[in-house]
């Protein structure tokens, strides 16, 4: 079945501390797996998007890994800010007759507190 | 930078009735899709829709709902008979082709009581 798990559930850390957010996908045939932040009730924002071939994909103070062969992502947040309290979600692309869809995870809540 | 603009952002209505979630993609994508979040769950795939049809729908997508693109620019999510199970955030986004190039709308709440 496609699947995207993702850990922890939720995270809280201090103002300039870094963390990493694990993904797992079983989704297959694979095409790419994106990180999105999403704040509460708004819409996702994409953070990076890789393909098969990418190991690392930085965006800023995010730097986003992929393990194709494992079937594992991470998301690493480098010197953590206020604004970084958002869910964290991983989201990975299916091939399927050309079209695009995405299947997401569940997201990790991440608190940054001062 | 170019947005996908969803109205309204919050809709209150009773159950069976009928609601319709309008969605702006950007102008120059080709390609639009409707996602639903309830609260608390992830974000599930809903519908795609290119060159004016359905591409792909889920489970979800049953006969109470369809989608349209009645000008140029809008694109639209209709629910035909609300019921309480689909309150939830309601997203819309569009993407050019192929694997880039995907934004969401920020959503629109419906709640149905």
């Known amino acids: 079945k496609n699947q995207v798990e993702q850990s922890p559930q939720s995270l809280i850390i201090l103002e300039g501390k870094n963390c990493t957010l694990q993904c797992n996908y079983t989704v297959s045939p694979f095409s790419n797996l994106r990180w999105y932040k999403q704040d509460t009730g708004r819409g996702p924002v994409s953070l990076t998007i890789?393909?098969?071939?990418?190991n690392t994909k930085s965006n800023g103070r995010y730097t986003a890994t992929l393990d194709a062969d494992t079937k594992q992502s991470s998301l690493h947040i480098t010197a953590s800010q206020l604004s970084d309290s958002a869910s964290y979600i991983c989201?990975?692309?299916?091939?399927?007759?050309?079209?695009?869809?995405?299947?997401f995870g569940t997201g990790t809540r991440l608190l940054v507190s001062p | 930078e170019p947005e996908v603009t969803q109205t309204p952002s919050h809709q209150v209505t009773q159950m069976g009735q009928e609601v319709i979630l309008r969605c702006v993609p950007i102008?120059?994508?080709?390609?639009f899709y409707w996602y639903r979040q309830i609260l608390g769950q992830k974000v599930e795939f809903l519908v795609s829709f290119y060159n004016n049809e359905i591409s792909e729908k889920s489970e979800i997508f049953d006969d109470q709902f369809s989608v349209e693109r009645p000008d140029g620019s809008n694109f639209t999510l209709k629910i035909r008979s609300t019921k309480l199970e689909d309150s939830a955030m309601y997203f819309c986004?569009?993407?050019?082709?192929?694997?880039?190039?995907?934004?969401f709308g920020s959503g629109t709440r419906l709640t149905v009581v």
């Open positions: 890789m393909t098969f071939s990418e």
């Open positions: 989201v990975v692309r299916k091939v399927n007759t050309g079209f695009q869809k995405l299947v």
């Open positions: 986004a569009s993407s050019v082709q192929g694997n880039y190039g995907y934004t």
């Open positions: 102008s120059n994508h080709l390609y």
